[in-house]
């Protein structure tokens, strides 16, 4: 099972908003509309299962490193007088094994999609609501070969908060988390980062962000917990 319960989803977004209730104002205004294309190395850790048999995976943080492991996203975002919406969209490949006697591992492909709304609350506070659609390939496999592979696909409902430090100058930091359900049991993201914006319209970002799905349909298991760093560049306009 995942280390991280829903529990730190929550505790982060109630961070949030003590940290915002707390700060100063800023003195920038975020963009209107940013278009940010970013790399997300992910690690894994959690249950994965096929047809009745399940098992324990863990990608150990230097998996990152490996290009079969990094996943390649994009996010969009647009607001005006306070109201705005997103859409992201993601797709990660993991190889992951575990360490047990019968040297079980996994290849998981996954594709994310976000689409929702925002709410400006105050300034640097926003709500945000939507869906969050993944559809999984997975094939497990473990000595002596190979057990079986399936897909799987759902839609959940998501909620969350988003606070953006801004400070005179280019600096910029933000802290976002959300939680939600549906199709699967439950789903919850939590997202720390900053950036640099230069040339007025570029940005430069670095963050960490860790995704838990727990979702079973039948003889399908995801029980998973991701997370790594993501580095990317936007554009806003």
Sequence with gaps: MPNVTSSTALALVAAAVVCTLGATRAAAQEPE????????????????????????VDADFDDMIDFVDVGA???????????????????????SSTDTPVNASAEVTLQLGELGFSKTLREGLALYAGLRAQALD????????FIGGD????????????WTAQRPG?????????IGAGESDSVWLAEIGG????????SMYLGYRVLSTDYEEDDFVYDVEQSGLAFGFGFAF
Excluded at 33 to 50: C, K
Excluded at 151 to 162: E, F, H, K
């Design 138 to 145: 997975l094939e497990l496999r473990a000595e002596p070969g």
């Design 195 to 202: 950036g640099y914006r230069f040339y007025e319209a570029w």
């Design 73 to 95: 996203s994009f996010r969009y975002r647009a607001t005006s007088d306070g109201l705005g919406w997103f859409l992201e969209g993601d797709y990660i490949r993991l190889d």
């Design 170 to 178: 280019p600096w910029v930091a933000w802290v976002r988390g959300d």
């Design 33 to 56: 509309r940013e278009f940010v294309s970013f790399v997300w190395g992910a690690d894994l850790e959690g249950r994965q299962g096929i047809g009745g048999r399940t098992i324990d």
């Design 151 to 162: 897909d799987s696909s759902w839609v959940d409902g998501i909620v969350g908060l988003r």
